[in-house]
């Protein structure tokens, strides 16, 4: 899945492991995203969340701390997909530097949680 | 509970909301003993979310007697997103033979032979009816032909008269009985003595058996022709 950015100095779209466009409801899966920051040695954390917009966070993996190493490093970012089914959430994903946010990025596609019922049939 | 036969084909028309809309979804409705073993399914139906509900149909041949649970799988992206058993399991009936008439009378006179030591031919006008199996199972059938015929009056329906020459080859042309395999149609067949109701000025025939009863048009006979 890609992802374009929004906010900070880096690359304009990077491509993250993880999600498909649909997912079931509630299940776990893992984004595995590269993320460069420069200078290393700098104390990080990474999250990525769904929601109808940036500041409605439905569901996030919460910050992941990783210390930067100046080239690209693989962070995971396990998240749990909504219950709620029947909605498209956009995706973002936020990387910090010493507290402060440096990057922001939103997915190009949304993830879709369908729901689905059935009423009474009928045999014809 | 529904009731049906065995090897019939049905289609189950499923009310089914996947949101959000566009999404490329899958139905399938399977019978079988528990939700593992499908022992009748219509295979996955490929449709377009709405967001709304929308008729799936589902088209399933039943499997053999017995009773089944019914039950209903909605994918979305190729992802279960629902899953329902039915209230009402499906029954399927034993299999039986289900005779059918599926022509009407047909009348022609035809030329039979006189037997020996007399020669030459006399006229018989042949009634025939098809008769299918519409059912699951062999079975024998029965069609017995009568008649009735005009005069001043109608009579009571009587069975057909033959003459004394050519009685046994008109009797050969007769079939009142039949063994029918499912999906086979066999043709009924009596003659009729064409000078036997000369008197009359319109005749009619029925058929009655094991696919009921069917009546023939009122027919004439006349200048060698069958007139309705």
Known sequence: ?124 | MPEFAPGESKTAIAPIIVKPSGLSCEAEIFLGPDELTKVATSGRIPFSSTGASQNVRLPIAMPSEGTYHVYIDVYAGGILIAAYRAIEDVVILPAVANFVYVSAIRAYIQRVEIEPPWGGTTEYVVFEVDVKNQGGIAALCSAIASCRYLIDEWSDWEPFRYEQYARNNALALKVDSAYINPGETVTFREALWRFAYEAASRIQVGFLGDAGEILSDIIRIYMDQVWV
């Open chain 1, 1 to 124: 899945m890609d992802f374009k950015k929004i906010e900070g100095n880096g690359p304009e779209r990077i491509s993250v492991d993880m999600l498909d466009p649909v997912m079931a409801p509630g299940v776990s899966r893992t984004a595995v995203a590269p993320i460069t920051v420069s200078p290393s040695g700098l104390a990080c954390e990474a999250e990525l969340f769904l929601g109808p917009n940036d500041a409605t966070k439905v569901a996030t993996s919460g910050k992941k701390s990783f210390t930067s190493t100046g080239a690209p490093q693989s962070v995971r970012l396990p998240v749990t997909m909504p219950t709620a089914g029947g909605v498209a959430y956009h995706v973002y994903l936020d990387v910090f530097a010493n507290g402060y946010r440096i990057l922001a990025y939103q997915a190009t596609e949304d993830v879709v949680i369908p729901s689905g019922e059935v009423g009474p049939i009928v045999w014809e």
